[in-house]
């Protein structure tokens, strides 16, 4: 086995770890979001969402800039906690002030001189309203395997990293770098226009000619249309993307 194949299967082995890790410890606030934050770090999001835009979003529920701010406060709170018991974290090294282990709150124990303040009864929660979902149960489903074209990208780009690697060596004196550069990079972007990206306007969901029968448009689609049949629109994709 060559020693970039073994380094993927390593890498692989160390992803799905991780990844296991993360939903197992999701309770556990600090520990769920050093994994996050190595899973980042180490790009290991890539073999399974692509993206990790797309790995917050779907994985974890939350947008990527929620996920990175909770990084960055965990961080900020354990630099701020001078506990010398420190856990390092798994497979980064990184400085003893970034792997300090977040100290647990004290409870504070009452003086018994103090007179205790009696209790107030909590007001009763008021009922959530049930969320409905916009998106008819099929556009939803398209919408919810976003990522599986996601991953197919980021496995495209991989592989034409791989390749372009070996261009300059004797392997590859045959090896056509550019046109598979190429070709790898038309392939990204008729995936790419693939996905799902807002509701069809023109039909309300229900399928018609524009959206092929679907109920949703592809991100390219949905900008020929006007601004204010664009308003119409009920879930649209990041447009970053």
Do not use: H
Request: with cysteine.
């Amino acid at each position: 086995m060559s020693e970039l194949a073994t380094k993927e299967t390593t890498e692989r082995k160390r992803a799905a770890t991780l990844l296991a890790s993360i939903r197992k410890n999701k309770q556990a606030a600090a520990e769920w979001i050093r994994d996050v934050w190595i899973f980042r770090e180490e790009n290991l999001y890539r073999f399974e969402f692509g993206t990790w835009a797309n790995f917050c979003k779907t994985e974890l529920g939350f947008s990527r800039q929620k996920i990175d701010n909770d990084i960055k406060a965990v961080k900020e709170l354990e630099r701020a906690s001078l506990v010398e018991t420190a856990r390092p974290l798994p497979f980064v090294q990184v400085p003893l002030e970034e792997a300090k282990v977040l100290k647990p709150e004290l409870e504070s124990v009452p003086n018994s001189d103090t007179p205790k303040t009696p209790k107030q009864n909590p007001k009763p929660r008021a009922e959530k309203a049930e969320k409905i979902d916009p998106l008819l149960p099929r556009v939803r489903e398209a919408f919810d395997q976003r990522y599986i074209l996601d991953a197919i990208i980021g496995e495209a780009k991989l592989l034409n990293e791989k390749i372009q690697r070996y261009k300059s060596t004797e392997i590859g004196n045959f090896l056509r770098a550019e046109q598979i550069d190429s070709d790898f990079q038309n392939i990204i972007n008729a995936v790419r226009f693939a996905k799902p990206w807002a509701d069809c306007v023109a039909c309300q969901q229900k399928g018609c000619k524009r959206c092929q029968q679907c109920g949703w448009l592809p991100k390219e689609i949905f900008n020929q249309f006007p601004d204010d049949l664009k308003q119409l629109s009920r879930v649209r994709g990041d447009d970053n993307e």
